[in-house]
């Protein structure tokens, strides 16, 4: 089983619709989560990070289920802009270093 | 402030031979980090230094990768002898802290003929 799992997607949605995305993990000790976002032929930046009470900005909310180990991404209000690969991403306590999903791709048209 | 810089930005070489990459850190940030990303694949985890030290480079795939941060600035990423599966992208980040937000450079785009 992969560290990290998205759906590769592509997820394909009109311009206002609402979009969630899902990531799994493996590793029950991972700590910290984030949501990164990565533009064609572009570097990743990070779009959000994930908190255990969950948190919103804007249209993006994320949440965190330790229990059932996923964390999620809901977009509200699609727009073009929003185009591009939503990557997982998290770490552990023993190494600290970054493990990343393979990415969703979402493409919002007009 | 100059963000995390990569150089070059894309070389195309032939199988065999040597190829240098260079990651310039933001400033201040004691964490910095090599990933790759093969063509369809995710972004794999290479190494992590913090200052001069390699904190972990679990991610390095063989003895053909070398990378070094001497006085704790800018690294370089050496792959010798170069083989036509290291094509990709090497992405450097820089963080201030462990797990903490991860700054990327363009990446240097790798290409083995």
């Known amino acids: 089983r992969k560290e990290v799992e998205q759906d590769p997607g592509p997820f394909n949605v009109p311009e206002g619709a609402t979009v969630a995305f899902n990531c799994t993990y493996s590793n029950s000790a991972s700590q910290s989560f984030f949501w990164y976002r990565q533009d064609c032929r572009k570097e990743p930046k990070l779009l959000m990070s994930v908190y255990s009470s969950g948190n919103e900005d804007g249209r993006f909310t994320a949440q965190l289920n330790r229990a059932s180990q996923y964390i999620s991404l809901l977009i509200r209000d699609s727009k073009l802009s929003d185009s591009a690969t939503y990557l997982c991403v998290l770490s552990t306590s023993r190494d600290n270093d970054m493990r990343f999903g393979a990415g969703t791709r979402l493409t919002v048209k007009p | 402030e100059a963000g995390v810089t990569q150089f070059p930005s894309h070389s195309v070489i032939e199988k065999g031979q040597t190829v240098t990459l260079r990651c310039d850190p933001i400033s201040g940030h004691d964490n910095l980090y090599w990933y790759r990303r093969v063509m369809g694949k995710e972004i794999k985890f290479l190494l992590h230094?913090?200052?001069?030290?390699?904190?972990?480079e679990s991610g390095m795939p063989n003895n053909r990768f070398l990378a070094e941060r001497t006085g704790g600035t800018y690294s370089t990423l050496k792959v010798q002898p170069a083989e036509l599966e290291d094509s990709g992208v090497y992405f450097c980040?820089?963080?201030?802290?462990?797990?903490?937000?991860?700054?990327f450079g363009e990446g240097s785009r790798l290409t083995v003929l």
């Open positions: 980040a820089s963080s201030q802290r462990v797990a903490g937000e991860l700054f």
């Open positions: 230094f913090v200052k001069e030290s390699k904190q972990d």
